[in-house]
């Protein structure tokens, strides 16, 4: 899996840009400050994705092959906490699958000592890093050993599906502000969204297949056209829920830093 993720980026780079550009219309006016952090969120949402081309153990962050745990095929759920699942699965296991949910767990606690600190610089930095690993958490790619199709014979799909058509239609999803639900467990919280996402992997599946039948077995513009009309409805849905999850997420680091005032300039 590694070797082929490296030539891809979760969401593409416009995907990850909507994702964190457009979590602070989610806060309450407590939180006005942070609506000027939107543009830097923005420019960095991928840089998790370029640091995967100098540092080698940043891969392994991007994704969770969920269903290679038997635990997870037959009950819907593994052991969340990080020391537990090594303890059961072992250290080798759960870097051969991905570690994305115990990443998004240790940005958020970095997010957290930088609010304490109040180092604004570095807080937008990982909020941003933040906003990256959650958006992967709600690509059903990301989170499965068929991640590029070739278990079905749809080699080639993840970056059909998250980059080129994303990168058509992107412009067509739109996300709007709503109330934000407190997080009562950090851990609980980012794997129920991850058992949330994996349930649309057949949906993308079996429109991928749809879509390159009806486009005469060719991936031309009718091909995304259809794959767009065909997966609209729920990859807009996990966009939007991206950008709120991402809000929610930054919102409880700043409540547990003790909810020190946001300044208006960071120095970006």
Not at 45 to 54: E, M
Not at 115 to 123: G, N, P, Q, V, Y
Not at 185 to 192: A, G, P, W
Request: net charge negative; proline share 3%; charged share 25%.
């Amino acid at each position: 899996m590694i070797a082929s993720l490296l030539l891809l980026c979760s969401w593409g780079e416009k995907g990850h840009q909507k994702i964190n550009s457009s979590a602070p219309q989610f806060f309450p006016a407590r939180l006005n400050n942070y609506q000027t952090w939107s543009e830097v969120l923005s420019d960095h949402g991928s840089d998790p994705d370029k640091r995967r081309r100098v540092d080698p153990t940043e891969e392994i962050k991007h994704y969770i092959d969920i269903d290679a745990y038997t635990d997870f095929v037959q009950a819907h759920e593994i052991v969340e906490g990080k020391e537990e699942a090594i303890n059961k699965y072992s250290i080798e296991f759960i870097k051969k699958n991905g570690t994305l949910p115990w990443m998004t767990d240790s940005t958020y606690q970095v997010l957290v000592q930088q609010f304490e600190a109040k180092d604004w610089a570095r807080a937008v930095l990982t909020a941003a890093d933040l906003g990256h690993y959650v958006g992967d958490g709600h690509m059903p790619l990301h989170l499965t050993t068929n991640y590029d199709g070739k278990e079905t014979g749809q080699q080639g799909i993840h970056s059909r599906y998250e980059s080129k058509m994303i990168n058509k239609y992107i412009d067509s999803i739109a996300v709007n502000g709503s109330h934000l639900h407190k997080i009562k467990n950090l851990s609980r919280y980012v794997f129920d969204y991850i058992y949330r996402n994996y349930q649309y992997k057949d949906s993308l599946f079996n429109a991928d297949k749809v879509a390159f039948e009806k486009a005469n077995h060719e991936y031309n513009d009718l091909y995304y056209q259809i794959l767009w009309n065909q997966t609209k409805g729920f990859t807009a849905k996990m966009i939007r829920e991206s950008s709120k999850s991402t809000a929610e997420l930054i919102r409880m680091a700043w409540i547990e830093a003790g909810r020190p005032r946001i300044p208006e300039n960071i120095g970006f």
